[in-house]
């Protein structure tokens, strides 16, 4: 193993954990000190998915330099160079990878191209087959050839195939037979396609999907499914057949017997593309419960995915459209909230369109995608076209006044644009009353197939082009000049328009005249293609008609947006939710209040934060910034809240501050230029590293709470500027630990917030009866480890309850079973039973504690912060001693456990809050080690961390 294969795989494992910024770190140290070549290729893949082109080409070309016989490597700097128009440079390194590995086709394809470029077609056409022994490979390249509708090519390697293997491999015939008639289908040549399957082996399930495609294709629904139906459990087994039977089966009105035989293959797997098709078989709350039963089946174990969020959202939509429209919003919030809090942080793109079978502009291909490339998906202009001009041809020919409109309009005339996955051809027609004269028309033609979309209106009709394009075609009604069209749930509204028809890439296409002022209308930014997201979010001429069906496909694009990695559209969809009044939902994903945002350097620099409180952390994190909130929002200097991981957004309190997600380490660098003066940590976290790196900014450790927890005499703190700690115990915590604290690194600052949230006794307990129960967690280690979650707790809760005299409250730590599921993990689900069962009131976990606090006389607690912070009230505690330890030994080690009454393993509390009612002989000491652990002060603690915080401000940089 290489030195630095410990540092690679390091990163490698951080990558996968999410940890992008560590791990691209990890990445650099491996690379440029120790020489990985494996690290340069990761750095390069890093860049190239980010676009950046010429940095990728650097670290690909590093890693071919330490391993010159590393095929990929090679291969790879010349896609960052195609992507560049460096022809003869990218010509060169795929060349140089095609000899070191020969048998790769998807490069040879590559290769093609570049070769075209330079003006080398003879040798083109001869690359794509020459040398080439992989069968399967010869398949992708002739899906890849289809999907980008190059039929020259295609018909000259086939022909190759031929010459070359003849009847050496009769199994292959089968296979070739069905790329045939999947690219004469894709180029509307029918009568070519039937001569193929006259060709396919006879009797098999091979043959019979092939005769089935050209009867699907003709429109001959029963005879595909009569075909395919025939080979019983065969069919079952096979993705693509059982796939093509349901579609067909919808088409021809056998809605149960489709979903019948799809349901029974999703049982035991299937992609979403397959699970669309089954969605789209259900009609009524019969065929939905059915699709629930195997759903719930086939999600139960599997993790939250990309793919099963995009599952749901079909599911979902199967229920609006059995009219349950309360099961159809439960699937898809519950579905898209679960996602969002499940990840720690979401990478730049979740799925892979080459590897995902979600793909919805492809031919009716029996696996669509297996081989194909990622540049073969993305040449999609000419089937763009071709499906564009096929349907602009037939309502020409038929006098349908009709025009392209929105997208369409932007990609048919802006240059060097070219769509995204999502997009389909939408057209107006103007001037009729009714679509079904159209709808007939397109029906006639075998060029399309009709919707996937059943659950569109009257106003709209949808099909899909051989060639795999959607297309949506709109009734434009006219009124008060203007036209109008609907679409879920929205009205859209453009002045009349005179049209015209333009050659647009070799097509016939009508046009509005003035294509940018129409796209002026919908969108903000007619100079760039405008995405589905930019017309969602949108105000200009749209009015939304139905406000539940509008919010549903608003959510249903906010799940695409969401496991495609769009970030920025994921926060627009959110907003326009919000405005819509969705308001329960948005609470729940991005928090109760409306400033939260996407870190983006012009936010910043428009707020001018100048000190940013640091969150991050597992799940539950949340509430080692709520209980800074009121305090920051009393300072003098402008503060705001930055979050690491997106799910501690919704566990925020309200606040008037700015609250931004840090993604990536690239992003925190706007702290830096936005002028951010000074960051405040509540925790010690591996993610602070990632901005303890800027050392023109002051770094304050401010923890969470103060407390006589191992954890806070952590070497780790050495690394902040100042330890802004509550009083002279903290700071002899530190020295006694023998920590290297530097010189007035330790400031005394008290906890401000128990000043402002927090009621004082002003004399000794006399009849306690509202008692708190705040046990602390399990630490992630045994050394920190003081929780009473345990049978000692169970026996203290259990005894308190039977008591009628208490009104008890129980709240545990919010990590309570983080680090020990079987252990403290399973008696706080005991405990919790029992105080559910004997009426204790279980305090939820994003309650504030101080309230909890105010509301009770006595506390009992473990070794924690809480202690501390109660040592304000000046009430009675009782400290927990599960473990059993000498009185002397506990004062010791816990300083502060001084103040506490301490109940040991075996007493009853009942008498001890008996004793503590007759005589409470210890609120002189409270008095006493509240002034030494948070500090005694004349200004108060609150102005005392106002105007540390203010000469932070003030620091030269």
């Given amino acids: 193993m290489r030195p630095s294969s410990l540092v690679y795989y390091t990163a490698f494992a951080a990558e996968k954990s999410g940890l992008s910024g560590f791990a691209e770190n990890s990445y650099r140290f491996a690379a440029e000190k120790l020489g990985d070549p494996d690290a340069w290729f990761r750095l390069g893949r890093q860049a190239f998915q980010k676009g950046a082109w010429v940095q990728a080409a650097t670290f690909f070309g ?152 050209l009867a699907f294709s003709e429109g001959r629904y029963k005879e595909c499914v009569n075909r395919l139906e025939g080979h019983g459990d065969e069919l079952i087994r096979d993705q693509p057949a059982v796939r093509l039977f349901a579609r067909a089966a919808r088409f021809a009105g056998l809605d149960e017997l489709g979903l019948s035989v799809i349901l029974e293959f999703l049982d035991t797997g299937g992609d979403s593309i397959t699970w669309k098709e089954a969605s789209l078989l259900v009609k009524d709350r019969k065929g939905l419960n059915q699709l629930l039963r195997t759903w719930d089946r086939y999600r139960r174990g599997r993790k939250t995915t990309p793919h099963l969020l995009k599952v749901a959202g079909y599911v979902a939509a199967a229920a609006l459209r059995a009219d349950n429209t309360s099961e159809a919003e439960r699937i898809q919030c519950s579905n898209i909230l679960l996602f969002g ?111 996937a979309n059943p659950e569109a209106d009257g106003g709209m009709i949808s099909f899909q082009h051989a060639n795999g394009i959607t297309l949506r075609i709109f009734l434009m009604k006219a009124g008060d000049g203007a036209w109008t069209h609907g679409s879920d749930g929205v009205e859209w509204k453009n002045r009349i328009f005179q049209t015209t028809l333009k050659d647009v890439h070799g097509t016939m296409v009508r046009l509005p005249e003035d294509a940018a002022a129409h796209l002026a209308e919908f969108t903000e930014v007619p100079a760039k293609r405008a995405t589905e997201t930019d017309y969602l979010v949108s105000d200009r001429n749209t009015r939304v008609s139905d406000s539940g069906r509008f919010i549903f496909h608003l959510r249903s694009h906010l799940i695409h947006l969401m496991a495609s990695g769009d970030e920025e559209g994921v926060l627009r969809c959110v907003h326009k939710l919000s405005d ?171 906890r401000p917030q128990t000043e402002l949230l927090l009621k004082r006794a002003d004399s000794p307990s006399t009849a306690p009866r509202r008692i708190l129960f705040a046990p602390t967690w399990e630490g992630f280690v045994e050394e920190a ?88 009230t000046l009430k009675p505690m009782i400290l927990t001693n599960p473990r059993g330890e000498e009185h002397d030994s506990l004062r010791a080690n816990f300083p502060s456990s001084a103040a506490t009454y301490v109940l040991d393993q075996g007493e009853d509390i009942v008498k001890l809050i008996d004793r503590i009612a007759a005589d409470d002989f210890m609120f002189a000491k409270r008095r006493e080690v509240c002034a030494d652990s948070l500090g005694e002060f004349p200004e108060g603690s609150l102005a005392r961390f106002n105007r540390v915080v203010n000469e932070s401000l003030a620091e030269p940089t």
Avoid at 136 to 150: C, F, M, N
Wanted: glycine fraction near 6%.
């Fill in 62 to 213: 590093n890693s071919s330099k330490l391993r010159p016989d590393h095929a990929e490597s090679h291969f790879k700097t010349g896609l960052c160079l195609l992507k560049q128009s460096k022809w003869v440079e990218a010509e060169a390194a795929i060349s140089t990878a095609i000899k070191l590995d020969p048998g790769q086709a998807q490069w040879r394809v590559q290769h093609q191209q570049v070769l075209e470029k330079i003006g080398n077609a003879p040798t083109a056409t001869h690359e794509i087959y020459q040398s080439l022994k992989d069968i399967s490979g010869l398949v992708g390249v002739l899906k890849s050839l289809t999907l980008g509708e190059d039929f020259a090519s295609f018909d000259t390697i086939l022909q190759t195939i031929h010459t070359t293997y003849g009847q050496d491999m009769p199994a292959l015939d089968a296979r070739l037979a069905l790329m045939e008639l999947e690219r004469f289908a894709a180029a509307g040549l029918h009568d070519r396609g039937r001569e193929t399957v006259k060709q396919m082996l006879p009797d098999t399930l091979r043959s019979d999907i092939g005769k089935g495609l």
């Fill in 341 to 451: 809090k499940k990840k720690t942080t979401r990478p730049p793109a979740l799925f892979d369109p080459a590897t995902h079978p979600d793909y919805q502009n492809l031919p009716l291909m029996t696996n669509p995608l297996k081989g194909v490339s990622i540049a073969s998906l993305e040449r999609v202009a000419p089937r763009y076209f071709r499906a564009l001009g096929a349907v602009s041809s037939i309502l020409e020919s038929k006098g349908f006044n009709h025009s392209a409109i929105r997208r369409t309009v932007a990609f048919a005339t802006l240059p060097k644009l070219v769509p995204g996955l999502d997009d389909t051809v939408d057209i107006g027609v103007i001037g009729a009353d009714r679509l079904d004269e159209v709808n007939a028309l397109l029906h006639k033609s075998p060029d399309f197939h009709a919707s």
């Fill in 580 to 750: 819509l009044g969705d308001t329960g939902f948005v609470r729940e994903f991005h928090g109760s209040y409306p400033n939260y945002v996407d870190a983006n350097l012009p936010q910043l620099l428009k707020d001018k934060p100048q000190v940013i409180l640091y969150l991050s952390g597992l799940e539950d994190v949340a509430y080692q910034g709520n209980m800074w909130i009121p305090v920051l929002e009393k300072l003098d200097a402008r503060c705001a809240i930055a979050i690491r991981e997106r799910r501690i957004a919704p566990g925020l309190l309200p606040t008037s501050m700015p609250v931004y997600y840090f993604d990536s380490m690239r992003d925190l660098e706007f702290m830096e230029e936005c002028g951010v003066r000074t960051i405040l940590y509540p925790a010690n976290t591996a993610k602070n590293t990632n901005s303890l790196r800027f050392f023109k900014i002051n770094h304050f450790f401010i923890n969470h709470g103060e407390s006589d927890k191992v954890v806070n005499q952590s070497k780790f703190l050495m690394a902040y500027d100042k330890l802004l700690v509550a009083g002279p115990l903290a700071e002899r915590r530190l020295r006694e630990a023998g920590l290297p604290v530097r010189d007035e690194q330790v400031v005394h600052v008290g």
């Fill in 785 to 872: 480890n003081y929780a009473s979650i345990n049978e000692y707790g169970l026996r203290l809760l259990t005894t308190l309850a039977t008591d009628s005299r208490f009104k008890v409250a129980f709240k545990p730590h919010p990590y309570t079973g983080k680090a020990k599921p079987n252990a403290e993990g399973v008696y706080l689900k005991r405990m919790t039973e029992a105080a559910n069962k004997s009426g204790v009131q279980i305090i939820p976990a994003g309650r504030p504690i101080f309230d909890c606090m105010n509301d009770s006389d006595l506390m009992i607690t473990d070794v924690s912060s809480v202690l501390n912070d109660y040592l304000y």
